[in-house]
């Protein structure tokens, strides 16, 4: 089974024969090597400074397995993305027709935002049911949700968007027992603890997004939603627009209500303002989230158990059987 | 029997003949180069069956015209295919009619073929006989004229479906 693999340490990742060590000196000056298996691999991340040279990047491209680095406070710097081996020519053209023609590119970019209000009204909801006061913002969310169908351009959409997600994050202040009120999504650089998760956990969902985006034949560089232009890849923000509030928010909830994360997890580096996830608090927050993307759930049409990660590579075939048009795409909306 | 003219026409890879009599929209799929081989476990246990059933025999894989992959019986001149099972015999046939046409066309003469299905020990004898003949030149021409549909083909789900490669593509 291909897995993850996050690396934190410091070291140099080195191709030898044919296989992956990743080598760093101990204290006492030896080489250690930690041989990985690289049919075992489905992407590296690299969050410690580590030296790699272009026939380590050749063997990855070999095995196809995509690189996403991180810089030292952890923020996301970029990918190394495999040329692709399984292309198809048809679909690239059925996904540049569904860009340029104004009306087809809205209906997709429609249902992007609608899985993701979807999954805000699910987080607010639920925490409604456990008695805490989001009401307003359930309501706005809930307006939005309806005003969708009437938006007339992709521009619309992202301001009905752009307003659920305001009265969304207003109400983190009642879902979580922060010490300062939670006020507006700031990102690059995040101006406190809150943010600093969000912007880290968004860019581990986007990362995942994108190496399953790279088993299909889907051109990661045509999106709906966002401008093609936003970000090299940006299909991967599009799609991550859905999975952000079940999966990342979720875990935000968690781990700053159980207080797995606190005040003492974050530091600010010199005159900065910023908020930074100390290395402690990255790796916990790594693991929550590789684990989190594991939990299955009973899927309906296919009857069997698939996991997080593995309802995003189902979204990219939906999107592919709305693209060759034999099934029109509607987004994840949570059942379970 | 095709003309040479029409197998010109036709001239395809040997999966598309076997994928025509299995699902027309899996070979329309194919076709436009949405190809889900590479992740299905089934297909990589078929392949490492291929490498591994019948070490003792001298065997050759040889590519032509980078269309057809056969497998060569050198002793005996014949050309193998082996499968996984038998359920999709059928299929496998035809896809091996396909090489001794295309052999044929090619020069090689009247060979013969060999399907065979390790786990199941069977082994099935196949030549060009007229009656297969005619039942090659349906699926060449019908696999033509479904690379040529501008939207793929409708499916159901069936028995074939639980073990495809395309299965969460279709039905997920
Ligand atoms: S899953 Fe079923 S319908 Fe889809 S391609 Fe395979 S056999 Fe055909």
Known sequence: MAQSYYIFRSGRLRRK?????????????????????IENVRDLYLFGEIDLNTKL??????????????????????????????????????????YLDP?????????????????????????????????????????????????????????????????????????????QPYTKR???????????????????????????????????????????SQRRFSLALDLSEIFKPLIVDRLIFRLLNRGEIDENDFESIGEAKGVYLKEGARKKFVRVFEEYLQTTV??????????????????????????????????????? | MLSYEEFERLRTNGIKVNYWVVCHRKLWLFAKGLRMEPLSDRVALGQLMHERAYPGTPRREILIDKLIKIDLLESEG????????????????????????????????????????????????????????????????GVQQVEQLSAPPSAESTTICRVCAYRELCWG
């Open chain 1, 57 to 98: 990047l050749t063997f990855l491209a070999q095995n196809e397995v995509t690189l996403h680095c991180f810089n030292y406070y952890g923020f996301y710097i970029g990918s190394f993305y495999p040329r692709e081996t399984n292309v198809s020519g048809y679909l690239l053209v059925k996904q540049v027709e569904h």
């Open chain 1, 103 to 179: 009306q087809k590119r809205l209906e997709i970019a429609k249902e992007f935002v609608a899985g993701a209000l979807f999954h805000l009204r699910r987080n607010l909801n639920y925490y409604r049911n456990r008695g805490r006061e989001v009401d307003v913002s359930l309501e706005v969310v809930e307006s939005s949700l309806k005003r969708l169908n009437e938006c007339g351009s992709v521009a619309e959409l992202m301001s009905e968007e752009g307003r659920a997600r305001d009265a969304y994050y207003q109400a983190f202040n009642e879902i979580l027992e922060l010490q």
């Open chain 2, 78 to 141: 014949k050309v193998l295919e082996i499968k996984y099972s038998h359920k999709l015999a059928e299929a496998a046939r035809l896809q091996l009619a396909y090489y001794l046409a295309y052999l044929r066309w090619l020069g090689a003469g009247e060979l013969v073929g060999e399907l065979r299905f390790p786990r199941e020990r069977r082994r099935e004898e196949v030549r060009l006989t007229p009656e297969l003949e005619g039942r090659l030149a349906e699926a060449l021409r």
């Open chain 1, 298 to 336: 009973k899927h309906r049409r296919l009857k069997r158990h698939v996991s997080y990660r593995h309802l995003i590579r189902l979204e990219a075939y939906k999107l592919i059987k709305h693209l060759v048009n034999i099934e029109t795409y509607k987004s994840l909306r949570a059942w379970w």
């Open chain 1, 186 to 228: 700031v990102r690059r650089p995040p101006d406190n603890e809150v943010n600093s998760l969000i912007s880290f956990g968004n860019s581990l969902l986007y990362t995942a997004t994108l190496s399953e985006l790279y088993v299909t034949q889907l051109n990661p560089t045509i999106s709906y939603l966002h401008e093609p």
């Open chain 1, 17 to 37: 024969q044919n296989t992956l060590y990743f080598e760093q000196e101990s204290e006492d000056g030896q080489l250690q090597k930690v041989p990985i298996p």
